[in-house]
């Protein structure tokens, strides 16, 4: 386990290292990756990653997998930002392979349909012509495998996760990447749980593509963009830090918990709440009321940002998440409201996500 952390640390460190010599680490790369999965994540203000303990740990922290009690379980979550404009979905697939150990699969899209292409509205004569006009997808996509195993030291279990990314803008460019992923979980027995989640822990790395005609590049250069050039682009590492409670309140079956967790990134100056280079740290919160496992009811607290009104003044805003979800007899399904932009912004978005839990297949009777 010590060899595993200190290998872990040791690639982190470089890739940091090597990522600050170059210029080739943007910041908010892959950032389709940072929006989280799950309703129940986001009425938690995706501070889950301590508490995590299903299909969707694949994205929060493959360690959680080790919490899945049954032969398999599927996750489903379905989301719209800007009046449906852009699609956001998730699948995951997580299987028990012995008391100590699982793995999991899973599928993310993040894509806007239907865009205008009017590179060519004005054709060669300088005439307007809407025949002209076509329509191209621009999809995010990433194909995560995660193994989770439960340690020597009780309660303690560590996975990780290998990712590749496709990004496609319609003809003009495309890219792969690959990443990988680690986690710890540590439960005590009774109440409390912690965990650290490294994001992208080697950096990930995509390689971009640009197929770009001829007529496209007047296009570029008659409007004063740079073209773009094929080239290396890196994800730089994110580490996460949490630790959650679950307690009685009294009443039979009834119980609070709650979450908090520190992401700390690596790509420069961010506008969060401690804002430095190269590491920034964004907290947020949540916390939940349930009975038993059939009722829960969540809310939380996320991006924490400075904003600017028109006479330059500063304010501060957050991101509100209230949730609910129900579950009976391994099926469970999620409800998320939240909110998008600054305080006053009126950009709400639903997301509701399902799971389901299933039993080993038994042998068919002849």
């Excluded at 938690?44 to 032969?71: E, F, Q, R």
């Excluded at 027995?189 to 822990?201: N, V």
């Excluded at 430095?276 to 964004?282: E, F, G, K, L, T």
Aim: charged share 15%.
């Amino acid at each position: 386990m010590v060899k595993s952390i200190s290998f872990s640390l040791s690639l982190l460190s470089c890739s940091i290292l090597i990522a600050q010599e170059t210029t080739i680490a943007p910041k908010y790369s892959n950032e389709f990756l940072s929006l989280g999965v799950g309703a129940e994540a986001f009425g938690m203000g995706n501070a889950v990653v301590a508490n995590t303990s299903n299909a969707n740990s694949i994205y929060w922290n493959p360690a959680g997998l080790t919490s899945v009690n049954k032969w398999a379980e599927i996750s489903f979550m379905h989301s719209e930002y800007f009046a449906g404009i852009a699609k956001y979905d998730y699948l995951g697939i997580a299987h028990t392979i012995d008391d100590k150990s699982a793995l999991g699969f899973a599928a993310i899209r993040f894509g806007v349909d239907d865009i205008p292409n009017t590179t060519q509205l004005i054709d060669n004569n300088g005439v307007i012509n809407y025949d002209n006009v076509t329509s191209f997808t621009a999809g995010d996509y990433a194909f995560m495998l995660s193994y989770a195993r439960k340690l020597n030291v009780p309660g303690l279990s560590l996975g990780g996760t290998a990712k590749v990314i496709y990004r496609k803008v319609g003809d003009f460019a495309k890219s792969f990447g690959f990443g990988i992923d680690a986690g710890l979980q540590y439960h005590l027995p009774k109440h409390w749980k912690f965990g650290l989640m490294a994001r992208d822990i080697s950096s990930t790395f995509n390689a971009w593509v640009f197929n770009l005609d001829d007529a496209t590049r007047d296009v570029y250069i008659n409007t004063g963009n740079a073209i773009p050039q094929n080239g290396l682009e890196l994800t730089l590492p994110r580490i996460i830090l949490a630790a959650a409670g679950n307690f009685d309140i009294g009443l039979k079956g009834l119980n609070i918990g709650g979450e908090v967790n520190f992401d700390f990134t690596t790509d420069g100056k961010r506008n969060v709440l401690i804002s430095a280079n190269p590491v920034s740290i964004d907290p947020h919160a949540g916390l939940f009321f349930g009975f038993k496992e059939l009722v829960k009811v969540r809310m939380g607290i996320s991006n924490i940002q400075k904003f600017t009104n028109l006479d330059d003044s500063n304010y501060w805003g957050v991101q509100p998440n209230i949730g609910m979800g129900l579950a009976f007899k391994g099926f469970s399904l999620d409800y998320a409201f939240t909110r998008l932009g600054a305080a006053e912004a009126n950009y709400y978005t639903h997301i509701f996500s399902v799971r389901l839990k299933l039993d080993k297949p038994k042998n068919a009777v002849k």
